[in-house]
């Protein structure tokens, strides 16, 4: 088997002092770093929005962790973070990105959020990063990163449906868990046979 290592969303405004932080985000960073040797290939995500994107509360005078159904779904509306070109959309500092063969960007359509390193929230619009790994040869995927209850998770259930072998080492992932959300990803990734390591 050809093993890659997808790298989610380790970026400033994701780790403490971030305009969305998850707990312990920066934690897990040297981690990260050194399990890149043990795999074929590593594959950084970067989450990375218009300014004024949809997902934005401030972009519907909505209130931050509110939600509001858009055309393609329910979606959770978050402070402004990952703005395209700035400092919080940059990768942790110390994040080892010169061993990364492939940085896939997500989130650039202002009309639809992109949790998923493989889909837009649509559920339909591809990135792309399928047909990457399938003409390499890659057919297992190991995931890290922030955050585990939503762009791990919708990655990791995504990865598990178009056929490939996933684990999700949870010791190199933090999670926003908000709402119940870290419960709901985690059963919804073991029901769509995503290994849990
Ligand atoms: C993420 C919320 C909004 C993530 C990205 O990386 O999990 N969460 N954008
Ligand atoms: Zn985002």
């Given amino acids: 088997m ?16 971030g305009a969305l932080a998850v707990a312990g985000g920066d934690d897990i960073v040297p981690g990260i770093n050194a399990a890149m040797q043990y795999f074929d290939a590593v594959i950084l995500t970067q989450d990375w929005h218009p300014a004024g994107h949809s997902s934005f509360a401030s972009s519907h005078d909505a209130a931050p962790m509110s939600m509001m159904d ?27 990105t010169d061993r990364a063969d492939l940085i896939i960007r997500k989130g650039y359509n202002p009309a639809i959020d992109s949790y998923s390193a493989f889909f837009e929230n649509d559920r339909g619009t591809p990135t792309g990063l399928d047909g990457y790994l399938r003409t390499r040869g890659i057919d297992r995927l190991t995931l890290v990163g922030l955050a585990t209850d939503y762009c791990v998770n919708y990655s990791a259930v995504d990865a598990a449906k178009l056929g490939f072998r996933v684990t999700v080492d949870v010791a190199l992932c933090r999670a926003i868990d908000f709402d ?10 073991a029901a769509a046979g995503v290994q849990i390591a």
């Fill in 180 to 189: 119940g959300s870290l419960r709901a990803a985690t059963d919804g990734m």
């Fill in 70 to 96: 858009m055309p393609y779904g329910p979606q959770v509306l978050w402070p402004d973070h990952c703005i395209q070109g700035s400092i919080g959309a940059q990768f942790h500092p110390d994040l080892a």
């Fill in 2 to 17: 050809t093993h890659a290592l997808l790298v989610i969303d380790m970026q400033i405004d994701f780790c403490p002092g």
